[in-house]
């Protein structure tokens, strides 16, 4: 120590002559642009799906409904709330939102005398932040989940294109779980799927490896797990919030992974189905179709004696009789079918009601009945040669293909249509093409151009990789026939479809042509119901929709109190809503009957 | 003034082991509590003293002022929400609780972070070591009574923080290392900035210098001030710069590097009269040693690339079962997590090492025997203790 150790701290002194440091004005000063300050939620972009709730480990988010956002599929109708006497400005909620709607503003002061303000529900109460364009936002290249979804492996075009080999490989369980651990489970898909499926719930036991609890979710709503998990429209996909980040979760191939692990000698077991007591009542079904047999399998869970008179030789309806074994092996239809049939279920084949048996008598002999009957007969487009036997229909031909007859494939094919029907009469022909003649000449053409095609893209993608050709944009004029043999099509420009209020009305260009050359005409336009097996007296009573389908209440009970009615001829027309009317009308029809 | 020493032989009688005899009926004795009365650095926890006269024959640490059951609580939460907890558990040095507990995680997921990433951890860890010693040194002055230097660090400080907010939106909590990597990397015109601060810092640790280091107070009340003896280093577990002035070189980053300490160059710094004074000077010139390694950072570091790795979603994911140690050099010394996993999404057991534990509970009993009252707070500080740590 010396005597400079004294004097020396009194340099201090000379700070008395320099600027302050300390900011004059706290309240103005600007954070960094990073700053995590005050939300904003653009809620337009939000869907509602509570991941910022569920993230925040401070429990600060509350979801709340908020005037002026309705609930609408893929929109909980619900925003978040956040308490700002729990937040802690971790920004976890910003970096999880799915649809990137929830950022930060840098703004850090708020003055407020009710404390009760401090709970705010962020892009809804005009803040000063609100357009603030600083703050923090989720980082670029930077996740907190897996965006994209696991791809399915799907078998070569080389090796599917002359056979009816299924397509689609199925995920292996790392696979699975690689992509159940996406699911956010927030619940968007449940209200979308049409039987309200248990979706986060058995995505959540694929992720858990427990294939019996996944197993007892599916069949809560849907007892055709195998059929659903391989051709399910899966609308729950279309809204699924992980598609705002990347990809959708693939939700029917999950439900699919699920139904091929599980043994069908076990479901008995899992779904503690062996000792069912029965009571006394009879119920009729009319169709073995996804209706008829989801009707089936829930009466008979409620112990009714349940029969199910079938026009054609084997159960599944269109799912064994329309789509192709490359897309649905019947094996798997077997599968769904066997269980529901090893609960008591009888099944009268080759019999069709209103033939083999009246309806009237049906309702003699039993206590309620279901139909649920579909869409067998094939639309014509009625134009010139429509009526030659070389012209045929899309369904007609594909019961023959399910049945095992042998069809006279032609060299030279057209398809008349652009959904998915076309696409699987186009491409069942071409597999037969090439298995007959060594090549595929076939063309689909349809009135919409490309970009509203109904057809799923895949289908589309698919068709082309078999070799199939598709023209858009034509509509079909005359059918060329020269000997008593088909030559081809003729068809025009199609200019649009529907006209302004969304009514199909197309508008064509006669001047533009073309011809396809042909020696066989594949119609697939659509189908339509046959309700012969109605008397004209029940014809009278029952009441139709403005949409030609038959009129039900939410319980799938028609105007004729013993009559209920699902499928196709009500709503859909797809598989699942088929299934969620059997298991509507399962309990309308209990709850008709215990109130007798 | 009495020279208290040249009446040690009649005051107190001595143990055979050294240790004071206490008598509280002689009436010569009195206790008293220091703290837990003020909510800084080394408040939340108090000492209970045994004095004669003006000094401390007997010293109590007591802890459990300050206790929120953080380990505990990680083990209710998701990995991923772990880390706005964990930040709290060393208030003024929060970065390192990120570090270990990142690490960890991705040790036991076997995930690699990107380079970028590493280098982005060091710079924050360096960084919050430069303002946690900024900190620590208007402490240690202020303890002594030279009230401005806290004012003159504080203001530096600030200048820091205001680094961090830059890079991570977060001026206390930064919250930026993410299991996987950071949240991003440091923003355009950063390295400008940084260097303007820290020729700043070196302007004000010259004043500090003059007015500290240079002072007759400072000097007189801190050398000889809690004497550690290098064989206590390794009795009780001393690391930081509490071991460095004895003359032994801990250093966390020399002796298991980690990130990129092992691309930067630098020498441990050690001391050798392990006072007081000793420690303060370390710590004077890890501040320097800091920024030069800021510097080293501001050249080598990339601006661009991957800073994050692919993680899964973070709502599932669950850890494969087992347990690793992650460590590194914080202000006070070696700092550590102790994580446990069970395979489950949640933690089985997260256990920290904070240094303070060490140093304020234990060490602390034995360094203020004899030490005027006055001291104690002054010797405290000498420590470097963070008693959030201590209680997690
Ligand atoms: C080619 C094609 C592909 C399709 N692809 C898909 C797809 O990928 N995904 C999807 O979700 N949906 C698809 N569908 C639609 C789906 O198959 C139907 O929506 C679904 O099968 C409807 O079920 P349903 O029970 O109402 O009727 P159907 O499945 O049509 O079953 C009705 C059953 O009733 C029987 N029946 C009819 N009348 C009588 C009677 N009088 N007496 C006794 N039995 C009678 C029929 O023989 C038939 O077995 C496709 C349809 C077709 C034609
Ligand atoms: S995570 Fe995003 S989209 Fe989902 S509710 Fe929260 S703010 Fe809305
Ligand atoms: S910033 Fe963090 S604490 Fe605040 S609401 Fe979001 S997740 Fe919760
Ligand atoms: S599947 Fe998609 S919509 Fe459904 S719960 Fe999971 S993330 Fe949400």
Known sequence: MSFKDVLKPFTAWKNLAIEPVSIKKPLERQAAPRYRGFHKNNLEKCIGCGTCEEICQNAAIDMVPLDGIETKEGDSGLRPMIDYGRCCWCALCVDVCTTNSLTMSNHFTWVDTNADNFRFIPGAENKPWDNEELGYKKPENYELNNPYRVEMVEIEPEQRDKSFLEIVKGFSKEQAIKEADRCIECGLCIATCPAHMGIPAYIAAVRNDDMEEGLRVLYETNPLPEICGRVCTHKCESVCAMQHKGDALSIRWLKRYIADQVPAEKYKEILETENIKKNDKKIAIIGAGPAGLSAAYYLALLGYNVKIFEALSGPGGMTRYGIPEYRLPYDQIDKDVDYIKSLGVEFQFNTRIGKDITLDKLHEDFDAVFAGTGLHLGRSTRIDGSNHEKCYQAVDLLRDVADGKSINVEKKIVVIGGGNVAMDIARTLARLQNQKYGKVQLIITSLESEDIMPADLEEIVESREEKIIIEPAWGPKKIKIEDGKIKGLHVIKCLSVFDEEGRFNPKFDENKKEFFEADMVVEAIGQGMDLSYFSEEMQSRLEMTDRHKVKVDNNCQSSIPWLFVGGDIVAGPDVISAIADGHRAARGIDNFLSQK | ?392
């Not at chain 2, 390192?96 to 860890?125: H, Q």
């Not at chain 2, 002055?141 to 680094?163: H, M």
């Not at chain 2, 690391?239 to 250093?251: E, L, S």
Request: charged residues 25%; contains cysteine; proline residues 5%.
């Open chain 2, 1 to 392: 003034m009495t020279d208290i020493n040249k009446h040690r032989d009649k005051f107190p009688q001595k143990n055979p082991d050294g240790t004071n005899i206490i008598d509280l009926k002689s009436g010569k004795f009195i206790k008293v509590w220091q703290g837990p009365n003020h909510p800084g650095i080394t408040g939340n926890m108090s000492l209970e003293l045994t004095i004669q006269g003006d000094e401390i024959m007997e010293c109590k640490t007591h802890v459990g002022y300050l206790h929120r059951g953080f380990e505990k609580l990680m083990e209710r939460r998701r990995f991923i929400q772990c880390l706005p907890i964990c930040v709290r558990i060393a208030v003024p040095e929060p970065d390192f609780n990120e570090y270990c507990l990142t690490s960890t995680v991705e040790e036991l997921a076997g995930l690699k972070i990107p380079d970028a990433a590493k280098w982005m951890r060091t710079l924050l860890l360096e960084m919050s070591r430069l303002q946690s010693f900024l900190m620590w040194i208007g402490g240690q002055a202020g303890a002594f009574g030279l009230g401005i230097i806290g004012q003159w660090s504080n203001y530096v400080r600030d200048l820091v923080l205001d680094r961090f907010e830059e890079i991570t939106g977060g001026r206390i909590y930064h919250m930026h290392m993410i299991p996987g990597g950071v949240r991003g990397l440091t923003p355009d015109g950063f390295e400008k900035r940084m260097e303007e601060t820290l020729q700043e810092i070196e302007k004000v640790m010259k004043d500090i210098e003059t007015t500290m280091f240079n002072n007759s107070i400072f000097k007189k009340r801190s050398i000889g001030l809690g004497y550690i003896d290098p064989s206590m280093v390794f009795e009780y577990g001393v690391t930081g710069p509490n071991a460095r002035a004895a003359g032994i070189p801990k250093d966390v980053r020399k002796d298991y590097p980690y990130l990129k300490y092992n691309e930067l160059d630098f020498d441990v710094i050690t001391g050798k009269n392990s006072d007081a004074f000793t420690r303060a000077d370390i710590r004077r010139k890890e501040i320097h040693l800091s920024i030069d390694l800021i510097r080293q950072m501001m050249v080598k570091m990339p601006k661009s690339g991957d800073y994050m790795a692919k993680v899964p979603n973070v709502l599932h994911w669950k850890i494969p079962k087992g347990e690793t140690y992650v460590r590194a050099e914080c202000t006070r010394g070696e700092f550590g997590y102790h994580t446990v996993t069970d395979g489950s999404g949640y933690p089985r057991r997260i256990n920290v090492r904070g240094p303070s534990y060490t140093h304020a509970v234990a060490l602390m009993e034995k360094l203020a025997i004899d030490v005027n009252i006055a001291d104690t707070a002054g010797l405290m500080v000498s420590l470097h203790t963070y008693p959030p740590e201590i209680e997690r």
